[in-house]
């Protein structure tokens, strides 16, 4: 059976990653530093001579945007399958999208993260509090 190698790439700089708001399912195309920060990855990898056969990225516009690139340097595109899918995006922060990093690290993940712990006769109950 041949050996799978998995490569995963994060998508480029994008304007929102520059502001330091979270993007979630918001969707900002990427910088011109994001664009060369990418087109540097692509020609590195086609350097590296190692075979590509498939590839994958979420529905997003900055995952598309970044796929694109490396085929592109790859000389790859329109020669090997690309698919992408939304089973693949980055997590929905539902109304924090595009909210400032302080924003959400202060006001939702604390929220998740938070358990209460109580005791009974069965043991400890944990509960997510809302």
């Known amino acids: 059976m041949a050996e799978t190698k998995l490569f995963i790439i994060r998508h480029g700089k994008t304007m929102f990653n520059t502001i330091g708001r979270a993007q979630g399912w918001s969707d900002t ?35 598309i945007q970044t796929m694109g690139i490396i085929l592109e340097e790859l000389g790859l595109t329109g020669q090997i399958p690309y698919r992408y899918d939304k089973r693949i995006r980055e997590w929905c922060f539902g109304s924090f999208d595009g909210a400032y990093g302080g924003e959400l690290f202060h006001g939702v993940i604390p929220r998740v993260l938070k358990r209460i712990i109580t005791r009974n006769s069965v043991g400890l109950i944990w509960r997510m509090a809302w």
């Not at 195309?29 to 979420?58: D, H, M, N, Q, Y």
């Open 29 to 63: 195309p990427l910088t011109a530093k994001g664009e060369r920060g990418i087109r540097e990855l692509g020609i590195g990898l086609r350097e590296s001579g190692l075979p590509f056969v498939r590839a994958f990225s979420s529905d997003s516009g900055r995952t």
